[in-house]
Nanobody
Framework: QVQLVESGGGLVEVAGSLRLSCAASGSVSGVHTMAWYRRTPGRQREMVASTTSDGTADYVEGVKGRFAIFRDTAKRTVDLQMNNLKIEDTAVYYC?????????????WGQGTQVTVSS
């Protein structure tokens, strides 16, 4: 099993910054995709930023130029630096990891951390 522990959410004013962190622990023998998703009430969870094992990063259109994803595969951590935050960035953010444990690849999710952007 893999456990994901998130930290760094909170309340911030418009144009402010936050950094989310996620650490994976457990019997991990391989990590492929590490990503951050978010969900707002009434909407489906959407991918915000992701990075694969070859270092390729992808972002949802609305955060490009403002958010940056940082991955440390050796430490099994993935951070999301969020700058110039907007009201519409308010959401619960979830860490996601596709990892291999005991020879089996599976998807793992964090418990979610609230990010609230206020005017």
């Amino acid at each position: 099993q893999v456990q994901l522990v998130e930290s760094g959410g909170g309340l911030v004013e418009v144009a402010g910054s936050l950094r989310l962190s996620c650490a994976a622990s457990g019997s991990v023998s391989g990590v492929h995709t590490m990503a951050w998703y978010r969900r707002t009430p009434g909407r489906q969870r959407e991918m915000v930023a992701s990075t694969t094992s070859d270092g390729t990063a992808d972002y949802v259109e609305g955060v490009k130029g403002r958010f940056a994803i940082f991955r440390d595969t050796a430490k099994r951590t993935v951070d999301l630096q969020m700058n110039n935050l907007k009201i519409e960035d308010t959401a619960v953010y979830y860490c996601y990891v596709r990892a291999r444990t005991l020879g089996v690849w599976d998807d793992y999710w964090g418990q979610g951390t609230q990010v609230t952007v206020s005017s």
